[in-house]
């Protein structure tokens, strides 16, 4: 059912038949939410969610190759490649090559990036209060707890690197 607002009515994300199956619901918030806050990163930072993604990633893990990177985050190598090139321009990685292999790179964050990490995750949580405000506080902070949960358990993992070919 549509809800209205002043003169102007507000359509569903998802049409209501479609509604009853939980992952045609998360396609589409997933794809609204990942919509706006990639436009809000480039749109502030010159960022995207990808690089949000690594630099998070390299601070809290530490100096790792890119191609751990990139299979930790499920990102294809050329990708990969593009983002820590992004990165690096911008001061925020640095690269270097692996000491014990020649062919591989291993990437640390920097202290710029850092400071950057921190911006974003600043635009990030009020980002999610602005967009998460039909939900309460706790409503969203079960759904966070919801989405962690299915974010590290093996069912949809497992599946996604099956169809990935991981």
């Not at 706006?36 to 690089?51: K, P, S, W």
């Not at 530490?62 to 001061?91: C, F, H, K, W, Y």
Request: glycine residues 6%; aromatic residues 4%.
């Amino acid at each position: 059912m549509s809800e209205h607002r002043g003169d102007s009515q507000i359509m569903p994300l998802v049409p209501e038949l479609v509604e009853r199956h939980v992952g045609c619901v998360a396609l589409k918030v997933g794809q609204v939410v990942f919509r706006l806050l990639e436009v809000e990163l480039v749109e502030q930072l010159g960022l995207r969610i990808r690089h949000y993604s690594i630099l998070a990633t390299l601070s809290q893990s530490g100096p790792m190759s890119q191609q751990n990177i990139g299979s930790d985050l499920r990102i294809d190598s050329a990708t990969m490649v593009a983002a820590i090139d992004e990165l690096e321009q911008r001061g925020l990685v640095r690269r270097e090559r692996h000491p014990d292999d020649r062919r591989r790179y291993v990437v640390t964050i920097t202290s710029d990036g850092h400071e950057t990490l921190e911006e974003i995750s600043t635009l990030i949580d009020k980002f999610d209060s602005e967009h998460f405000a039909d939900l309460t506080t706790n409503q969203q902070a079960q759904l966070h707890k919801l989405l962690e949960k299915l974010s590290r358990g093996t069912t949809l993992a497992t599946a996604y690197d099956r169809v990935r070919g991981s």
